[in-house]
Each structure stands twice: as structure tokens, then as C-alpha cells.
């Protein structure tokens, strides 16, 4: 079946660039996802990424794909504390079919 | 626009005790509507998914259920619930279309005890 796979844990200084890195295995993924989820709170969408796409910027985030590797990277220009929570990479391979999420990496901002 | 809403947002109930976890949702009609637990830890486990009234698909064995009885209205159950029921449960909902956007709920703390 399908899995998405993410590290736990991300530690970085307020200031620098954070990149949180994400594979999957399923070939036929058509759509990435990023997603933020704070402290008690659901699960925020980010940004998404279409598979014929190398790479999407949306202010201080940038998703990078290597559709050939099955790798997502989501980069945090500049990262705040207000940026700590758990970010979860997913995919779908479109269609009424349901979407796997990976199982968050937790972003610790240190001021 | 849309907005999903669930309740309650925190639940505290005794092991053997009933359950029922309710989501809305509005401005949009027939929607995917999903039922995730995140165990504490843990990422997100897809439990229940319906694409339509009366439509329900369980991704997991358990003792929950769940049940949609109007189009927009999605609810969680358990006749009996264990201790490792305890976790934050989110609804979700998505159109089905380009992109399989999936937009969550605030979600509901439950802790059996």
C-alpha cells in the first residue's frame, strides 16, 4: 500500500531556514500536500504541489518534488517561533481516492 | 465559504462508557467527509471514510463506528469505549476534485479513563 515517510523531529534557530523532508512510495501520487498542525488544533493545509511540478514558492515556503526520487521537501525562509508545530506531508493520487498522510515531523523553533 | 465544525472539543468518559463524536459541514454539498485519529505521539490514522449518505468504508478494525445520516453530517460512535480509545479525532472533508484538498475540524480531545 501506500506509505509517506517524515522524520519527527526538526530543531532550528529563529532566523535560519528549516527544510522538513518527505518520501513516498505510491508511483501514481498526482498531488503533494503540506500541512501545519498547532498545539491542540487541526490540521492547517500549507501549500499543495502537483506531480508535474518541479517546484512551488508561496512567500516564505518553497516545495520542492523529485518525482524521480518520490522526494518532497518543504523549505521555511526565515523561520519564526510562531512557524513550531507539526508538519505533515500527504499525498493522493487523485480522483475520489482518499489521501495518506505521513506521520509529522515536529519543528522546534529555538528563539 | 466552507466550515466544518465538530463537538464536543473535549471529552473525558469511563471505560465502557457510549460515545459520540458529531461533524458538520457547510457550504458545500455532498462532500468526502473523514474521520482521522491522532494517537498522542502518533501520526494520523484514517479510521472512516464516506462518500455519500449511508456510505461508510472502515479503514481499521475497532470498536467505533461511524454513521452519516444527512449528506453534510458525519458521526463518530462506540457502544463501549477502552482506554486506547483516548486520543484527538478529526473530521475532515473534501470535494473529491482536483487536488483532494483536505480541510480539517478543530478536533475533539477524548480521554477515556
Known amino acids: 500500500g501506500e506509505d509517506v515517510e517524515q522524520s519527527l523531529f526538526l530543531s532550528v534557530r529563529e532566523g535560519d531556514s528549516s527544510v522538513i523532508n518527505c518520501t513516498y512510495t505510491?508511483?501514481?501520487?498526482?498531488?503533494l500536500y503540506w500541512y501545519k498542525q498547532e498545539p491542540g488544533a487541526g490540521l492547517q493545509l500549507l501549500t499543495y504541489?502537483?506531480?508535474?511540478?518541479d517546484m512551488k514558492q508561496d512567500q516564505r515556503l518553497t516545495v520542492l518534488l523529485n518525482k524521480k526520487d518520490k522526494h518532497l521537501s518543504l523549505r521555511i525562509a526565515d523561520t519564526q517561533t510562531g512557524d513550531s508545530a507539526i508538519y505533515f506531508c500527504a499525498e493522493s493520487p487523485g480522483g475520489y481516492q482518499k489521501v495518506t498522510f505521513g506521520i509529522g515531523t515536529k519543528l522546534q523553533v529555538i528563539p | 465559504s466552507q466550515t466544518i465544525h465538530q463537538w464536543p472539543a473535549t471529552l473525558v468518559q469511563p471505560v465502557g462508557s457510549p460515545l459520540s463524536l458529531e461533524c458538520t459541514v457547510e457550504g458545500t454539498s455532498n462532500p468526502n467527509l473523514y474521520w482521522y485519529r491522532q494517537a498522542a505521539g502518533r501520526g494520523l490514522q484514517l479510521l472512516f471514510y464516506s462518500v455519500g449518505i449511508g456510505q461508510i468504508s472502515s479503514e481499521v478494525p475497532q470498536n467505533l463506528s461511524a454513521s452519516r445520516p444527512q449528506d453534510r453530517q458525519f458521526i463518530l460512535s462506540s457502544k463501549k469505549l477502552l482506554l486506547s480509545d483516548s486520543g484527538f479525532y478529526l473530521c475532515?472533508?473534501?470535494?473529491?476534485?482536483?487536488?483532494?484538498?483536505?480541510?480539517f475540524g478543530e478536533g475533539s480531545w477524548l480521554t477515556v479513563v
Open positions: 475532515a472533508w473534501e470535494t473529491g476534485g482536483p487536488g483532494n484538498t483536505i480541510y
Open positions: 505510491d508511483s501514481s501520487s498526482t498531488y
Open positions: 504541489i502537483f506531480s508535474n511540478m
